[in-house]
């Protein structure tokens, strides 16, 4: 089947050699196309940092992608055996669903898409998200107060927050990041998830990985 003149193609490969082909558009939203810190938090989620005897960290856990926009990093949790929920706008549900019907055949969890906006009011989750992940998020200061009231409605006492980002410094986005960061202090507790431990091929000093969790 041909691809509409208005999409174009990014591809990752797996560490077993598999390829994830994400459907990208060329005109919408910033959601329409894969950031560099999807790729990096995608890359982190196969690392050896989730591995354990029993097998990846993810399977089987319930893992909520916020602002997903493709889809990527949500879809590469649910190769590792996550039962995943990606969310964004309803104008990105299409490019989520055909992301994730056309990557099927690498998924051993559970993918679906929702839509949901930040800030607004959220059913309750039970159980809550064992992992809510996120990428390039911190971009626009009126979205950092309704992101913060999602993830204070979202999140159990247990539920681990994978915030990736990258360090920004034109305009204003280095007091958008210090505003986030202010307001995440307020509910929750962080630590940034050294270099090292991020996949070697997949890495940069501007782009950070945080483990966030709520305050008891």
Known sequence: MA????CFLRELELHDG?????????????????????IVLSKFLESREFMCPEGHRLSGKCVLELGAGTGIVGIMAATQGANVMVTDLEDLQ??????????????RGSCQAKVLKWGEEV?????????????DC????????PLLKTLRDLTGSDTC??????????????????????LL????????????????EYRSE???????????
């Open 3 to 6: 691809e509409p003149m208005d």
């Open 123 to 135: 059913k309750e989750l039970v159980p809550k998200p064992d992992y809510i992940l996120l990428a």
């Open 18 to 38: 598999s390829v994830l082909v994400i459907r990208q558009l060329s005109s919408g939203d910033v959601g329409c196309v894969v950031w560099d810190a999807a």
């Open 161 to 182: 927050i994978l915030c990736c980002y990258e360090q920004r410094t034109m305009g204003k986005n280095p007091q958008i990041e210090k505003r986030f960061f202010e």
């Open 94 to 107: 299409e490019l989520m669903k055909t992301n994730i019907e056309s990557n099927s055949h690498f998924i």
């Open 206 to 216: 501007d782009i950070h990985i945080l483990q966030i969790y709520r305050k008891t």
């Open 185 to 200: 202090a307020e509910d929750f507790k962080y630590e940034e998830v050294p270099l090292e431990k991020h996949d070697k």
């Open 138 to 145: 911190i971009y626009y200061e009126e979205s950092l107060e």
